[in-house]
T-cell receptor, first 114, second 114 residues
Framework: DTAVSQTPKYLVTQMGNDKSIKCEQNLGHDTMYWYKQDSKKFLKIMFSYNNKELIINETVPNRFSPKSPDKAHLNLHINSLELGDSAVYFC?????????????FGQGTRLTVV | AQSVAQPEDQVNVAEGNPLTVKCTYSVSGNPYLFWYVQYPNRGLQFLLKYITGDNLVKGSYGFEAEFNKSQTSFHLKKPSALVSDSALYFCAVRANSGYSTLTFGKGTMLLVSP
């Protein structure tokens, strides 16, 4: 059973397109996240949701819009894709938004914008 | 602002030898510290965490880490390295307050030679 699953695993698209990445967790966690890993493997938080409510938005361009239809899902929609958006995007979840709980990560979505 | 430094881009060790992957952090107040491992084309897997209590924390796959408050360090260790330990290792810190984010270091590639 996959705890945190993302689809698609790979996504190649042209500049200017709009695309979505889906994420689902079956761990019963309350909090979900999106992270971006750049070409140098640096990981940076983008968004955090707790029980479908946005709690963290780390100065991400408004072309990125997360949507949480329920606490088990957190999808990421990206408008007007740019070359610089190419990266690996990781979804994660944790039991609570409290600081002492570890996060569980999906396998990532490698986005390539051409 | 909180931050994590992993001073080594790469650590090389022979199989059977002990390994250390270094991490230092900066955070306001007491830290919560984590180590994650990333295998090629995979998501991050949680290894261990320090919340409070004993400074020596034991985790998955025989890894352990030592919290040193005076040196603000949380080095990852293993007494005897395996070739299968070769991967990218991330140290992360979270402040002990509310909805704090998980901040990652830049990662250290561990290469274990046969």
């Amino acid at each position: 059973d996959t705890a945190v699953s993302q689809t698609p695993k790979y996504l190649v698209t042209q500049m200017g397109n709009d695309k979505s990445i889906k994420c689902e967790q079956n761990l019963g966690h309350d909090t979900m996240y999106w992270y971006k890993q750049d070409s140098k493997k640096f990981l940076k938080i983008m968004f955090s949701y707790n029980n479908k409510e946005l709690i963290i938005n780390e100065t991400v361009p408004n072309r990125f819009s997360p949507k949480s239809p329920d606490k088990a899902h957190l999808n990421l929609h990206i408008n007007s894709l740019e070359l610089g958006d190419s990266a690996v995007y990781f979804c994660a979840s944790s039991q609570l938004p409290r600081a002492n709980t570890e996060a569980f990560f999906g396998q990532g979505t490698r986005l390539t914008v051409v | 602002a909180q931050s994590v430094a992993q001073p080594e881009d790469q650590v090389n060790v022979a199989e059977g030898n002990p390994l250390t992957v270094k991490c230092t952090y900066s955070v306001s107040g007491n830290p919560y510290l984590f180590w994650y491992v990333q295998y090629p084309n995979r998501g991050l897997q949680f290894l261990l965490k320090y919340i409070t209590g004993d400074n020596l924390v034991k985790g998955s796959y025989g890894f352990e880490a030592e919290f040193n408050k005076s040196q603000t360090s949380f080095h990852l260790k293993k007494p005897s390295a395996l070739v299968s330990d070769s991967a990218l290792y991330f140290c992360a810190v979270r402040a002990n307050s509310g909805y704090s984010t998980l901040t990652f270091g830049k990662g250290t590639m561990l290469l274990v030679s046969p």
